[in-house]
């Protein structure tokens, strides 16, 4: 079915940031207008996530060029549901920051390039040629980028310098198997690749090609040994912007490997193996990393490593359930991991400091603030019946019935060392009290009012969130489902972008 209003969560965002740079020197009314135009595209985000579940997969040819020869963008389930997601973070994160960021940095730009991140989420998401992926791909990095270098730091900078350089070669190796996938099928519409590589006799180099996405995805999902550059580089920004990269960039690269090795090169014995291995690998690198650490966001940083590794694996195991698994967890994941670095950011306002070796008596001085965060630490734990328990049951299920036994294994280490390492944080940064000699100095003075509630008002909201995923988990189950099914039979992708043009 043909919908223009797909582009509308694309424009609302890209006008949104163009009006704001109009009023480059107004904070308060940048404020405003993020905090406006947000409200305004997770209103849009629910009516086009609607209109895909009530009517199925919808499609907009650009310029009235019919498919395969133009761009063609599709709102499919998965979509439309990552459009959502993404829509909820960026309402939260767009509060958080009108109060969580200093005036200095709001005069940098940070709002227009905000919402151009988010525009190029959106456009990545949904779509439909493989081109327009790599540029929606490049407008992240580069929006990304400036975020990250806010402020000008020394930390920032290097961060960014590490950050740039993978990506910039995650795009190499992207933009490389774009050409050679172009040149053995002449075309680059998605729906229409699923068909022509099919009729590719060199079987090698389509095997080459493939191994070309893997690592130019690999790298922008930061899995082994690809991830060095994450837990590098996510700590040095703000709490805001950490956020934004936490809960939403490393998961355009499971969803950009979700969309193409389930419609263009489906996973062979060769590839499904070579997934798994750097799922394990992702999984266990990450949690020993996180083990070690004693500053919060890098330690949130390291845990983002680890839960790649499960959806990875799910994508490796390739069957429906262990998809169900892959997606589902790939919800939680960005409302929970976007949440946790707003929960950082809190906490550095409230205790001066993000080194937990500082840090202390929290719930004594913030009781109501603290069992709202313990919220989000037991969902990111996967708490039953919370929303991180739910998809490793698909997981474990599938993995049991594919005797992927190493994969369960690091399934139970990443879960064991998640709960041991948040239940430390829990215990230095909430339960224990603060150190004397840094009671006095390191604590800020006491927040306004009305900045304490925007500051904790997102959080709340992205909990609210998290608990509907996991307390009402059958929905969720059901959308998941219907993803799943589409990804591994996409017919009813390539009918509805191509139409009768595979007769």
């Not at 905090?35 to 009517?55: P, W």
């Not at 499919?76 to 940095?105: E, P």
């Not at 969803?255 to 062979?268: E, G, H, K």
Request: proline content about 4%.
């Amino acid at each position: 079915m043909i919908d223009n209003h797909i582009l509308a969560p694309i424009l609302v965002q890209l006008f949104t940031a163009i009006i704001q740079l109009a009023f480059w020197r107004k904070t308060l009314t940048q404020r405003y207008l993020s905090v406006g135009g947000s409200l305004i595209g997770l209103m849009v985000a629910f009516r086009l996530f609607g209109r895909v579940h009530e009517s199925g997969i919808l499609t907009m040819n650009a310029a009235n060029w019919d498919a395969p020869f133009g761009i063609v963008f599709v709102a499919d389930l998965l979509s439309v549901t990552l459009v959502l997601l993404t829509s909820i973070a960026c309402f939260a994160v767009s509060i958080f920051s009108s109060v969580g960021l200093s005036r200095q940095r709001m005069l940098y730009g940070y709002f227009p390039i905000f919402h151009f991140l988010i525009m190029g989420l959106h456009g990545a998401f949904l779509t439909g040629d493989i081109f327009n992926l790599y540029v929606f791909f490049e407008v992240i990095i580069i929006s990304s980028f400036v975020l990250m270098t806010l402020g000008g730091r020394k930390a920032q900078l290097e961060g960014a310098v590490k950050y740039m350089a993978m990506n910039i070669l995650a795009s190499m190796f992207f933009l490389t198997g774009i050409g050679i996938l172009y040149g053995i099928t002449g075309s680059l519409n998605m729906a229409d690749l699923s068909i022509r590589i099919q009729e590719v006799q060199n079987t090698a180099l389509v095997g080459i090609t493939a191994c070309f996405f893997i690592i130019g995805f690999g790298i922008k999902s930061a899995v082994f040994p690809l991830y060095y550059w994450l837990p590098s580089s996510y700590h040095t920004p703000p709490s805001a912007v950490a956020a934004t990269f936490g809960g939403l960039l490393t998961k355009v690269g499971i969803y950009a490997m979700l969309r193409v090795f389930s419609l263009i090169f489906v996973p062979d014995e060769f590839t499904r193996t070579l997934l798994m291995v750097i799922a394990v690998l992702t999984i266990l690198t990450g949690a020993f990393g996180a083990l070690i650490k004693t500053n919060i966001r890098r330690l949130f940083s390291y845990l983002i490593v680890c839960h790649i590794g499960f959806m990875v694996g799910g994508i490796a195991m390739f069957s429906k359930v262990a998809l169900m698994g892959a997606v589902f967890y790939l919800i939680h994941d960005i409302m929970v991991k976007t949440n946790m670095f707003l929960v950082a950011g809190v906490i550095r306002q409230l205790g001066g400091t993000m080194d937990m070796n500082k840090l202390g008596g929290l719930y004594r001085d913030y009781p109501k603030i603290s069992l709202l965060i313990a919220l989000v630490l037991f969902s990111l734990v996967g708490i039953p019946p919370l929303s991180g328990f739910w998809p490793k049951i698909f997981l474990f299920q599938e993995a049991f019935n594919q005797h992927q036994y190493f994969y369960v294994a690091a399934l139970i280490i990443g879960s064991f060392v998640t709960l041991y390492v948040i239940a430390n944080m829990w215990a230095q940064v909430f339960w224990k009290n603060p150190p004397a000699s840094e009671e006095l100095e390191n604590r800020f003075a006491p927040m306004p009012p009305y900045k304490k509630i925007l500051m904790v008002l997102p959080i709340g909201l992205m909990t609210l969130v998290t608990l509907y995923i996991g307390l009402n988990a059958e929905a969720i189950v059901n959308v998941t489902d219907i993803i799943s099914t589409q990804l591994m039979d996409p017919s009813a992708y390539i009918d509805a972008v191509l139409g009768n043009k595979t007769d």
